[in-house]
């Protein structure tokens, strides 16, 4: 298992930019697979973006994949989600999670560790 907590969330305006983090407790973060998922008010989570346990591998959402950039520094035990110009529709609890590498491909939405998340709210 994985401690996951996500920070960097908050109230901003459409065209603004945030970064939100998640990190990791324990020495294992670099064997797991990560990923960013969102739910809004009133709808299911939606996956948005993944990225394998080197960071060499990424993969996105059609809906984020201009405008989000997913990243990692394992030696920080730290998943980061780089969002640029946000809009009302991004408004959403925001979370992590991870995955044992190898288990499943980027393109799985099968995760087993998850975080609290973060709230993200865009007024336009």
């Known amino acids: 298992q994985v401690q996951l907590v996500e920070s960097g969330g908050g109230l901003v305006q459409a065209g603004d930019s945030l970064r939100l983090s998640c990190a990791s407790s324990?020495?294992?973060?670099?064997?797991?697979?990560m990923g960013w998922f969102r739910q809004a008010p009133g709808k299911e989570r939606d996956f948005l973006s993944a990225?394998?346990?080197?960071?060499?591998?990424?993969y996105y959402a059609d809906s984020v994949k201009d405008r989000f950039t997913i990243s990692r520094d394992n030696a920080k035990n730290t998943l980061y989600l780089q969002m640029n110009n946000l809009k009302s529709e991004d408004t959403a609890v925001y979370y992590c999670?991870?995955?044992?590498?190898?288990?499943?491909?980027?393109?799985?939405?099968?995760?087993?560790?998850w975080g609290q998340g973060t709230q993200v709210t865009v007024s336009s």
């Open positions: 990225i394998n346990w080197i960071g060499r591998e990424t």
């Open positions: 324990g020495r294992t973060f670099s064997t797991y697979d």
């Open positions: 999670a991870a995955r044992r590498r190898f288990l499943a491909g980027l393109r799985s939405h099968e995760y087993d560790n």
